[in-house]
C-alpha cells in the first residue's frame, strides 16, 4: 500500500482585489472520513467566476484566504472505509457543488460550491464527498476532462434540460468562450444545426471546424439579431411566438451529479464530436499566468492549469 500524502501545496487567495495576490502554501491534508474520497489533483480549468472572486467583482462569501477553483480532474488514491463505488486509480471529477446531487439547486447544496462558499481545488491533494464524484469520460485526458464541470455542465443543462434539443433544431451560440464551446458541441452531437457569433474570424473558422453551420462576426455584422432571423425565421415580433410555443426561461446553475452523469455518458458516446477545446496550458507554479491568460480574452476554449504532469 502506497504512503498517503500528509500535506498538500496550495493556493490561497490571501486578498481579494487581485489574481496577484495568489500565494502557496503548504497545508495538512484533511483525515479522510468513511464516505470520503482523497483524490490527487492534476488538472485544474478556470471560469470567469475565478477571476472575478480574485478581483472583487463576485462576491459569493469569505474569500479572503480561500482555496480558489471549481473545476477540476484527478486520480483516486484513498478512499474511507463506506465507500464502495471508487477505487484507487479511478479518474474522477468532482461537481461544482459537492451537495448538488440531483434535482434543482437548493440554498444547502449552493453552500457546497467549489472555490468561492466553499474551498476550492487549486491543490494537490483534496478530500471530496464520495457521492460528489462523476468518472472521467475514458477518451479524455486530466486536462480535457477538468473543463466539464463548470462549462461543460452549464451547457448541458442548457440544452438537455426540462425540453432537450433535438434534430432539427436551432442554436445559437454567443462568442467562443467555454460555455460557448461546450454548447456548440453539445448541440451538434445532439443533431441540431449551430449558428456561431464571434468579433473574430479567425476565431469562428474554429467553430466551423466544431461543427457550426452558420458564421456571424458581430463586428463586421452589427445587427448580427437580423442574420440570425434570416437563417432560422424567427418572428421580428417575439410576443406571440413566446406564447404559441410555450417558450421556457429559466435560470441555470450549473447543475447537478446526475447531469454530470449524463452528459458523460452523450460525451462518450460522440468521443469525435465532443472534444474540450484547450487554449493553453499553464504549469501550476504560473497560475497567476493563466488567470491573465482568462483576462485577456483572447482564448478560445478553456485555459487550464496542470498541477501534476498526466
Not at 465507500?83 to 434543482?104: A, I, P, Y
Amino acid at each position: 500500500m502506497s504512503i498517503l500524502p500528509q500535506t498538500t501545496r496550495e493556493y490561497v487567495l490571501t486578498k481579494v482585489g487581485a489574481y496577484r495576490n495568489l500565494e502557496v502554501r503548504e497545508s495538512p491534508v484533511p483525515k479522510l472520513g468513511a464516505s470520503d474520497v482523497l483524490v490527487k489533483v492534476y488538472a485544474v480549468s478556470l471560469q470567469y467566476r475565478d477571476l472575478a472572486i480574485s478581483i472583487g467583482a463576485y462576491n459569493v462569501g469569505k474569500n479572503e484566504n480561500i482555496v480558489p477553483c471549481s473545476d477540476m480532474a484527478g486520480e483516486v488514491i484513498a478512499v474511507g472505509e463506506d465507500v464502495k463505488e471508487w477505487k484507487q486509480g479511478d479518474r474522477v471529477c468532482s461537481n461544482f457543488s459537492t451537495g448538488h446531487l440531483h434535482g434543482d439547486p437548493d440554498e444547502a447544496s449552493v453552500a457546497t460550491s467549489l472555490g468561492g462558499q466553499s474551498p476550492g481545488v487549486l491543490t494537490q491533494h483534496r478530500t471530496f464527498p464520495a457521492d460528489a464524484l462523476v468518472r472521467v469520460p475514458s477518451h479524455l485526458s486530466y486536462v480535457q476532462a477538468s473543463t466539464l464541470p463548470c462549462a461543460a455542465l452549464t451547457a448541458y443543462n442548457a440544452l438537455h434540460g426540462p425540453r432537450p434539443v433535438k434534430a432539427g433544431d436551432y442554436v445559437l451560440v454567443l462568442g467562443t468562450g467555454g460555455v460557448s464551446i461546450f454548447g456548440l458541441q453539445l448541440a451538434v452531437a445532439s443533431g441540431a444545426t449551430v449558428i456561431a457569433t464571434s468579433s473574430s474570424d479567425e476565431k469562428l473558422e474554429i467553430a466551423a471546424r466544431l461543427g457550426a453551420k452558420h458564421l456571424i462576426n458581430y463586428r463586421t455584422t452589427p445587427d448580427w439579431d437580423k442574420e440570425v432571423k434570416k437563417i432560422d425565421a424567427a418572428e421580428s415580433n417575439l410576443i406571440l411566438p413566446i406564447i404559441t410555443k410555450s417558450v421556457d426561461v429559466r435560470g441555470i446553475y450549473i447543475g447537478s451529479v446526475a447531469q454530470f452523469r449524463d452528459m458523460n455518458r452523450l460525451i462518450e458516446a460522440n468521443p469525435d464530436k465532443v472534444v474540450p477545446v484547450i487554449d493553453k496550458v499553464f504549469p501550476f507554479e504560473n497560475a497567476a499566468s493563466a488567470y491573465a491568460h482568462l483576462e485577456s480574452q483572447k482564448h478560445v476554449g478553456k485555459v487550464v492549469i496542470e498541477v501534476f504532469k498526466d
